[in-house]
């Protein structure tokens, strides 16, 4: 997107800091509660694209209890359930140096929705592995920096966001955490040393207190995510790359590319629809369709809360195929 335009919507963004909660598989009585108008019976949700999200272990077991047909969305947003783990969000630019180099879909600069962790995090990182590692890189990622910044929480993860408000449309450009992998990355070298002392220990300790994170960061962020565009910008069609057709479209180096699971099985848990229609922001450039022409197969994934589901849309169905009958 333009760079004014994007200036125009960070100032019209809540300032400071914004606190989130999540807990484990959170994104399914969430995206639901977005896909239904108002209310809609669980046969309809079925035959939908969100059936999956009817069996995850939250939306269950709050159906079970409820004993009904129906769902309505101000029950599905009141589903909660403990433990859940705190966050902090901050919204921030990804400035566009050149396709190649920044990994966006089109010239411009991207939106940044950061993921941040609780002050708890950087004060057990500091005395056990931050004395050896940085968490955070202090370049080439959209991250919190400590520099000048009153408010600094480190960042466990962001997403990349493109959008246009005249199409209603967003695409996630990227979901990614450097964090995770560091921590991962020192957690297989301490298995490996058997160590007692007492750097080991607080080592130890810390690595214990961020698997809770690590277990549930992709879908944490990504559910902040969903609901940003759809809550904050109010952007009702959301798309995500899939894993081949976003390295063609962002020319990603192959040295460069980003586990395949964070677009595929990831979307597919959040019940986005394969698609082969791209946004229509993208269709209006000329370097996209430049790809298209080499690669004809380029195919996305999508979220569409404009296409609502309620208890009428079974009932016509049901008279639609009466007639084509």
Known sequence: METTELNEVLACLPKGKTHYRYYKDAYAPQILS???????????????SYAKLLKTPAVKAWMAKKGSGALTALELNSIWQEPSLPYLLTASRWKFESRRWSQVSRKGDNLVLQLNLPREHDELFDVSIGKRYS????WGHP???????????????????????????ALIEEVQSDGVRLVNRVKKRQQRVKCNCAQCALNKRYMQWFDSYSLVWSETMLMATIDFIRTELGI????????????RVKKIDKSWRPPVSLYSSLP??????HVWNAPQFLLDTKSYHKIVREHPD????????????????????????????
């Not at 009932?315 to 639609?320: L, M, N, P, S, Y």
């Open 298 to 325: 380029i195919d996305f994934y999508m979220l569409d809360f404009s296409k609502k589901l309620s208890v009428g849309n079974r009932q016509q169905r049901g008279k639609q195929n009466a007639v084509n009958h």
């Open 34 to 48: 977005m896909a239904i108008d108002k209310e809609s019976d669980v046969r309809t949700i079925q035959q939908s």
């Open 236 to 247: 009702e069609r959301v798309f995500f790359h899939t894993a081949r057709s976003g390295w």
């Open 135 to 138: 968490f955070n890189p202090s």
């Open 143 to 169: 991250v919190q920096q400590k520099f000048r910044n009153p408010r600094f929480r480190s960042t466990l993860a962001w997403a990349r966001i493109d959008l246009s408000f005249e199409n209603n449309e």
């Open 268 to 273: 597919k848990k959040f019940a986005f629809t």
